[in-house]
């Protein structure tokens, strides 16, 4: 009976924290009320397209409501990303019920016929921008009926109709199980499932099975899998975290980085938040922090550009970054223009993944989840020097011996990237949080001390190329805080086609050229 059809967009209750109250992006009483209107007086030929005419009305009146309290709040990107999914769970979940529910015939108690339909990828983790893809897995227990394949099909045109990109795929546990042993990103994607119709019993199959039989023991192949990924990535992206036009999806120091960290802690810890990796103790408070206010920055600037250009684009190219800039409120200040305040905010931001990213892969590491990395490997002598006193290896890279009183003596902050470039070794993330925790130590007198000053000579003159150091030292802050005049070009972007960098990646890549001539 119509009275007993459960069209009323999702069944799972909104997620918090939206950008506006549930209720203002879909009202199920007015929507179940619209639609039995249309089932009891339309013929079964115009069914289905007044039942899409709705549904554009809800996913007009849903995304012009996003937009607006976005363009009122436009740093508040979860809510913004989180509202933008359970908007297209209510869209999707209404059209696959209708295909099931209305257009077929009549109802069907062959177990055969059940479908479980499950978001994966982006869409399933719950974060979308404007005009993501929409991802869905459509689950059978066996081979794919008449039926369910005329459900399916019906439900794809009918989002189709409402000009949504869907990526699909029809398959069974066994086909995910398969496909997903072969392929890492289907299983990356897999990983970030989560039921949004049908018979759940299905997708909680899917999950045990996914759990117990292909994740499981696993984890040190997919860890090396989505670094070699993550490498090759950064390589067709140009390899550098300061392009001036970057990608903010892929690039490197991008949204990417991010998702790759977390896929990772997911598949090795099973966290279901990024909030774990904190109490797991991958990061320290601060550092997850930093985390999460790089993830919001980065999402809000995406979200912003697919408004501003109508469609999915996540280049940040310099016409984009003005309009980008003017909406999350940055203004012309201390004689430069608000969008180059705007991607130095960019630029910090994406440093900071970098330093996230060192400091997670390392904590791996240290719980034998992979094997040496790649960087150290590359950066390691055949023939090791003898460390100083005072510092150790540990995992490959230079840590400090004692930490508690390593920093008794101020001028150690600028020892430590000496021996770094003498011994070859990179800093390891531990030694980079201990200098990080003692800038304060860098101060007129530290900057007016003789032996400071000719480590900071030796360290350009006489190691080779001090590209690396100084590259390290200027994430750290070091640079900026020993050179106050350096730390006003940190980030800096100069709003114009001749410069490709910014300020100060050009003044250390040409530092570097001077050494290797």
């Not at 009323?8 to 007015?30: H, M, R």
């Not at 690396?468 to 070009?489: D, H, S, T, W, Y």
Request: hydrophobic share 40%; with cysteine; net charge neutral.
């Amino acid at each position: 009976m119509v009275s007993d059809l459960k069209l009323f967009g999702t069944s799972q209750t909104p997620p918090d924290n939206l950008i506006c109250p549930a209720v203002e992006l879909f009202n199920a009483a007015k929507f179940a009320t619209d639609a039995r209107a249309i089932i009891e007086s339309s013929d079964r030929g115009n069914r289905r397209n007044a039942f899409v005419a709705l549904l554009k009305d809800v996913q007009n009146a849903g995304r012009k409501k996003i937009a607006e309290r976005f363009k009122e709040r436009p740093f508040e990107a979860r809510p913004t990303t989180r509202s933008y999914a359970y908007l297209t769970d209510v869209i999707v979940t209404s059209t696959f019920r209708f295909a099931r529910d209305i257009l077929q015939e009549s109802p069907s108690d062959n177990s055969a016929d059940r479908l479980s339909v499950v978001a994966v990828g982006g869409y399933g983790r719950g974060e979308m921008a404007p005009f993501s893809d929409v991802d869905l897995l459509f689950l059978t227990p066996s081979k794919i009926t008449k039926r369910s394949e005329q459900v399916i099909e019906a439900t794809l045109y009918m989002l189709w109709d409402l000009k949504l990109k869907v990526g699909h795929a029809s398959r069974t546990e066994k086909e995910c199980l398969k496909l997903a042993r072969e392929d890492y990103t289907i299983r990356t994607a897999l990983l970030e499932k989560r039921f949004i119709a049908g018979t759940p019993e299905l997708a909680d199959a899917l999950h045990d099975r996914l759990l117990n039989d292909l994740f499981r023991g696993t984890a040190p192949d997919y860890v090396e899998a989505k670094l070699v990924e993550r490498a090759e990535r950064h390589s067709n992206q140009g390899g550098q975290r300061y392009m001036l036009e970057p990608n903010v999806k892929e690039g490197k120091g991008g949204l990417r980085d991010l998702q790759s960290l977390f896929w990772i802690a997911k598949y090795v810890h099973n966290v279901d938040d990024t909030a774990d990796l904190a109490k797991l103790g991958v990061f320290t408070t601060p550092e997850y922090r930093n985390f999460e206010q790089a993830e919001d920055f980065l999402w809000a600037v995406r979200c912003h550009m697919h408004l501003v250009a109508g469609r999915a684009t996540e280049q940040l190219t310099f016409d984009m970054q003005v309009e980008v800039a003017e909406r999350m409120g940055f203004v012309d200040q201390g004689g430069r223009r608000g969008v180059e305040h705007f991607m130095q905010a960019y630029f910090r931001h994406a440093t900071r993944v970098g330093e996230l990213t060192r400091i997670f892969l390392t904590a791996l590491e240290a719980d034998n989840v992979k094997k040496a990395p790649s960087l150290t490997d590359m950066f390691r002598p055949k023939r090791r020097k003898k460390l100083k006193p005072g510092y150790v290896e540990r995992q490959g890279r230079l840590d400090i011996a004692s930490p508690e009183t390593f920093f008794d003596d101020p001028v150690n902050l600028m020892r430590l990237f000496q021996e770094g470039l003498r011994s070859r070794l990179l800093l390891h993330p531990d030694a980079m949080r201990a200098v990080t925790a003692h800038l304060d130590i860098i101060n007129a007198d530290f900057r007016a001390m003789k032996e400071t000053n000719q480590i900071f000579l030796d360290l350009l003159l006489k190691h080779g190329n001090p590209e690396r150091a100084l590259r390290r030292m200027n994430e750290l802050g070091v640079l900026g805080a020993f050179i106050p005049e350096f730390q006003n070009i940190v980030a800096m972007m100069q709003f114009n086609v001749y410069h490709h960098y910014t300020v100060d990646e050009h003044t250390i890549q040409c530092v570097s050229t001077l050494a290797q001539i």
